[in-house]
């Protein structure tokens, strides 16, 4: 057997630098954010395997920035809500609402979607105003912000599920008299389904609400600021401009600015 006094002093020094790199690469990799996204299109959604779409891509750049090299994970709005505000090495986004004001730190503002109603072709529902609309069947997305916002407006008979298609064809079939939903939203089913959905009455807006990159409170502020610094030269060299351009979001629902902290 060799003993430890046989082994040249070199060696010794390189098994130690290599034990102290493989250290530091491990403390990194924990260092890192588990960052999470909306899984709703037209924001994140798969396409033959391949991620895309409007927050995907934001994402994406504002993570090459702040030299993020983890996963960037879709989840559905319910689970990501709960995942971010209960771990403390999670970041993502959250649309900032009433019930959740106090939850989350708010980095920075992504965006702001109106949200309106919407109701089927040659139906009776009285889309005029919200207070006509306030007995009526309402589908929203559950965990989405038409959700909060429908219950805010103060309508009665709430009825959600889990993707925009399937509250058209409740829609569509009867179950529900009205949808409230985003004007974007509206396009990204008309693209999944392959059909024009023109026909659609659109109704009064109901609100308008912001998506976030939020945080719990404990999250590690150097992190938050990294993402927020990058998200701010996305701002500054026109990249912004240009991922809102590609999925022709109107000027007015491109409304952002540095959250207040």
Known sequence: MTSV?????????????????????????????????????????????????????????????AQYTGAITPMPLLRQRFLISSHDDAIGTI????????????????????????AAPGSSADISSIEAAKDLRVGVILGS?????????????IQTAN?????????????????IAAPLVLKATEAELGRSLATLRIGKPVGKIGLYLA???????????????????????GSYAQIMKKY?????????HAAKR
């Open 145 to 157: 912000p038409a959700e909060d916002m429908a219950r805010r407006s103060g309508f009665r008979n």
């Open 215 to 237: 945080s719990s409170h404990n999250f590690d502020a150097r992190q938050g600021e990294k993402w927020k610094a990058a998200f701010g030269s996305m701002q500054k060299d």
């Open 95 to 118: 649309w900032r609402m009433a019930d959740n004001e106090d939850k989350y730190r708010w980095w920075c503002k992504l965006f702001e979607f109106s949200f309106v109603m919407v």
């Open 248 to 256: 022709r979001v109107p000027f007015d629902e491109t409304e952002h």
């Open 163 to 179: 993707n925009a298609a399937a509250n058209l064809g409740k829609l569509e079939l009867g179950r529900i008299d009205i949808w």
């Open 5 to 65: 006094r046989n082994v040249p002093s070199a060696s010794i020094f390189k098994c130690a630098a290599l034990c102290g790199l493989l250290l530091l690469a491990a403390s990194a990799a924990r260092s890192e954010p588990r960052v999470y996204i909306d899984r709703v299109a037209p924001l994140a959604y798969s396409v033959n395997g391949v991620q895309q779409g409007l927050l995907h891509d934001l994402m994406s750049e504002m993570a090459r920035r």
